[in-house]
């Protein structure tokens, strides 16, 4: 069985009652079970962790270190947390940026990603789908 680590950053505990214009009116909770589904269907398990701390990220990151994969929601962080690049550079599981809003559509300060380029891989804008769809591709090699 696959073991992969979801990875939330900060407000994202929010959803649900946050912007839901922009983000939805899913919860994380229930992004959360809708993922623990998939995965059980997928032969996975997933964790789940979330932080609106910098620090708690990045320590989350490393305990994750030997999963299969890290699905990793980094919101605000992602457009300038260094640590955080650092962070997915020094491990060997493979990470997929995932992103409810396509950021390329938004403010010109969403358009740099700093850690896309030490992520396996992106998916943005696709709701909470893009969790589903990261799951997929660390679930189906
Ligand atoms: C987000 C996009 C980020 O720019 C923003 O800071 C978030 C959420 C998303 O999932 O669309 O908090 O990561």
Redesign the pocket.
């Known amino acids: 069985m696959k073991h992969i680590a979801v990875i939330n950053?900060?407000?994202?505990n929010l959803l649900g009652a946050r912007e839901p214009d922009t983000?939805g009116r899913d919860t994380l909770d229930g992004i959360n079970a809708m993922l623990a589904e998939r995965a059980a269907a997928w032969g996975a398990a997933c964790d789940f962790f979330q932080s609106n701390s910098e620090g708690g990220l990045v320590s989350a990151i490393q305990r994750a270190a030997s999963c299969d994969g890290i699905i990793l929601?980094?919101?605000?962080y992602?457009?300038y947390s260094i640590a955080l690049r650092d962070a997915i550079a020094a491990i060997g599981a493979p990470v997929v940026e995932v992103?409810?809003?396509n950021?390329s559509a938004?403010e010109a300060f969403?358009h740099t990603s700093v850690i896309a380029p030490v992520c396996r891989g992106s998916i943005?804008g696709f709701g909470p789908t893009s969790y589903v769809l990261a799951l997929y591709a660390l679930t189906h090699p």
């Open positions: 950053g900060p407000n994202l983000y929601n980094a919101a605000a992602t457009h992103h409810l809003s950021t938004r969403r943005a």
